[in-house]
């Protein structure tokens, strides 16, 4: 006994997009600027000790109050403290937007756009402090002087570098977040392929019962005679 032969539904299948060139270029310095971050923030931490010793070493050269060193300490100690806790959480936030850029998810560019434009701020107003701190010599404060001598000719000049370098960095990204590649990768929607010739699955029919052979005919009604 022979079947009709069934019509299997198509399977949904993911959507093989590929991220254009700018989408994954942003994603890669987005990740250089993570391990950037992390790198700084351990540089810190390791300068830290020599650098509070050497502060406190000038500061009370110079006569500076016992009060004033104590703050100070406190200062030349929270901010790397803090700029390593800052750089673990963005490398943590802009780990999760690579991924989402990568699988194309509007809303993680619509907030790498937002958190480009903070870090763009935030580069901008470092490195002109930066800078600022290298120009004055805090000649005419001897708590000022004392905490800028305590640091490492090369270290403020190195942190007003890289925050130059993330203010480039966001700022390649957001420019190749908005060009037509980008755009038109994040227009797309995914969706199921058509059927064989064009159609919609036709939905198998229902299963045969093998004993239906067994069960008597139905009985046949003959037209009464007129």
Known sequence: MSYPAQVLPQQPVTDPRRPPGPVRIS????????????????IGLVL???????????????GVSVDDING???????????????????????????VGLLRGVRAVRVATLVVSGLGLLGGILTAVFGFLQRVNSFAD??????LNDAHPGWW?????????LQVVGYFVVTLLLISPPANEYFRRAPSLPPGPTGAPPIPPPPPV?????????PPTTTPAAM
């Open 72 to 98: 100070g300490t406190q200062l030349l100690r929270g901010v790397p403290i803090a700029a390593a806790f800052v750089g673990v959480v963005s490398a943590v936030v802009l780990a999760g937007l690579v």
């Open 141 to 146: 404060d001897t708590l000022l002087w004392a």
């Open 209 to 217: 019962d093998p004993t239906d052979w067994q069960r008597p005919a």
């Open 27 to 42: 994603a890669g310095v987005l990740v250089l600027m993570a391990v950037g971050g992390l790198v700084y923030g351990g």
């Open 156 to 164: 403020p000049w190195t942190s007003a570098v890289l925050s130059l």
């Open 48 to 62: 830290m000790p020599g650098i509070v010793e050497r502060f406190q070493d000038s500061a009370a050269g110079v």
